[in-house]
């Protein structure tokens, strides 16, 4: 009679049609199998495991985890260099001419620079600090750094300031001189934040100008207060 538990293409086709029971297994194929349940425990946790817990852990593994886990342990290291690049910023620093080449020009590969030539004792100079370093914390990705005009461009006149000049990789893309530009002291924040992101240095949330939105209500407000031809003739009679 022939063996039921034999390697046969024969038994293979019975255990599908469910006429012979399922093959018993030696003890070797369940030490292996143990093996591998083993293995693909150490794998499926290695995932979520820290830099540091895998240096700890490093010793546990066999030398296929160790392949795989070299290179999870790379992605999650270009992961981290890129989050810190990322964040690398976050505040407005202060330059002055002789620091230009390295903080602008020099800058660095993919990176937006947003430069501010200012002058003390001009409010909306003092406006447009301010609003600066609220967008460097909300994008801290960019770089944003102010100067005291004469310091970067000798004999740099008033009138032209604030001044805001945009830099990617070097080179300039975008330029923002004079307090018409701006709309005087009644620039906001979101408004600044509307004005870079057309320069590409941000990706806003903003769906629209904000700007836009101001001068519509006062659009509305004037035609509400400007009475119609209609209203003029009943006044008449």
């Known amino acids: 009679m022939q063996d039921p538990n034999a390697d046969t293409e024969?038994?293979?086709?019975?255990?599908?049609?469910?006429i012979l029971p399922p093959k018993e297994q030696t003890k070797e194929e369940?030490?292996?199998?143990?093996?591998?349940?083993?293995?693909?425990?150490?794998?499926?946790?290695?995932?979520?495991?820290?830099?540091?817990?895998?240096?700890e852990n490093e010793d546990d593994f066999n030398e296929e985890d160790e392949r795989a886990i070299e290179m999870y342990r790379q992605q999650r290291i270009a992961q981290w260099q890129s989050t810190q690049l990322r964040n690398k910023f976050g505040e407005v620093l202060e330059i002055s001419g002789q620091d230009y080449v390295q903080e602008v020009t020099k800058a660095g590969k993919d990176l937006w620079v947003v430069l501010h030539l200012y002058k003390q004792g001009i409010p909306l100079c003092a406006l447009i600090n301010q609003h600066l370093?609220?967008?460097?914390?909300?994008?801290?990705?960019?770089?944003?750094?102010?100067?005291?005009?004469?310091?970067?461009?000798?004999n740099y006149p008033d009138k032209n300031l604030p001044s805001i000049f945009v830099y990617f990789e070097g080179d300039i893309r975008a330029q923002?001189?004079?307090p018409l530009v701006f709309g005087g002291m009644n620039l906001s924040k979101d408004e600044l934040e509307w004005k870079l992101s057309e320069s590409g240095a941000i990706k806003t949330e903003l769906e629209e100008n904000p700007r836009k939105q101001i001068e519509d209500q006062l659009m509305s407000s004037v035609r509400c207060s400007v009475p119609s031809k209609k209203d003029s003739d009943s006044d008449d009679e």
């Open 133 to 154: 370093t609220g967008l460097a914390r909300k994008f801290p990705d960019v770089k944003f750094i102010k100067a005291i005009s004469t310091t970067c461009i000798p």
């Open 176 to 178: 923002f001189i004079g």
């Open 30 to 55: 369940e030490v292996d199998g143990e093996q591998i349940l083993q293995q693909q425990s150490v794998v499926k946790t290695y995932e979520d495991m820290t830099l540091e817990e895998l240096e």
């Open 10 to 18: 024969w038994n293979d086709i019975l255990r599908k049609k469910g």
